[in-house]
């Protein structure tokens, strides 16, 4: 039966062909389809990952280095070899394929695809540390400035349901007497994230800007919006206090959750068996810094 299947589908009839075969490799519109959602009242875009890619330098038809189709990053057949072919069969005793597309559609979502599947959970958290880089560099007096470069994300960092991903950096800064003088986002013994942790979300609002909580379907107004575009960063300055001894050590790292602990406290009520994601570092820099002085 399986071999008989793969002769059909290798004998590429035209009718299959027509009907079945849209080329869904290089037309990222047929993504678009469902990774754009507009609220039906306001007609605000919820996720607008498709446009994102659109006006972003991946989008670049013309120039074969640069260009990467949504297909490119999420359904190629290697994560570790994103931009470069992988050779393969798309069906047992099929034709040697110069570059094999498969259908993992690996994105995000760690946790959930990972209770079914560890090797698709581990695929997600290689594609997460594709997405972004870390530098440091003394600011004025007394603050230093954590940039977070989009790196690898064909969109914006993070995309899609941004309102309910937690990004956010983990940030330690350590005196030279051995003093801690800042600790910003870190996560309690209960798992919820310090409220004042520099993280990168959008905040839908209402109409009126009044917070939609879980209601998505009502957004009208942008309320917030720390994502970070593709090809683009944003800085996170901390003040240090000014007894602060130089030099100083930082320690930050770009943290990754699927969804914040409160969702699983609300889940947990009804599904106890529900894990809480274990968070993701996505990328870690550690820096000495003289005071005031400019680095990297
Ligand atoms: C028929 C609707 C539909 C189409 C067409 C579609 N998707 Fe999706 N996709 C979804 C839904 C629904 C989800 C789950 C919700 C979410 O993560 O946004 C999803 C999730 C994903 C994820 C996230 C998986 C994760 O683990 O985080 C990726 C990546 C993705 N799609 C890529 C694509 C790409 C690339 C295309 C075009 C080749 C595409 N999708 C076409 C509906 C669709
Ligand atoms: C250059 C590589 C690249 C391209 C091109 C790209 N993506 Fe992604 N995508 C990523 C990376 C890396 C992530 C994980 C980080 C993030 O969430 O932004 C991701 C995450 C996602 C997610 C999961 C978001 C979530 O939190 O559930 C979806 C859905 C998605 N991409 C859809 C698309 C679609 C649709 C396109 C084309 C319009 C596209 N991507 C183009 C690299 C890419």
Redesign the pocket.
Known sequence: MRSFAGRLIRSHPEEHAASLMHN?KDN?K??A???EEFAPGTGAYI?DTYMEWADSSFNAPGDPAKNRT??DC??HARVDAIGKPVPGRSTDGGPLEPNVVTHQ??????H??GLRDPHAAEE?VALLRTSAKLSIRADGKDKVTVRVRNVGAGHRLPT??SDFRQLWLDVTVTDATGKTVLSSGTLDPKGHLDPHARIFHKVLGDKDAHAVGLEFWRFGKMNEDTRIPADGYRDETYALPADTVYPVKIDARLMFRTFPQWITDLVQKRYPKLTSPKPVEMTALTQTLPASTEAN
């Open positions: 869904i990222p047929l993504c389809a469902c990774h996720t949504c297909a999420h359904l559609f690996v994105g995000a979502q760690y959930l695809v997600t899609g349901v």
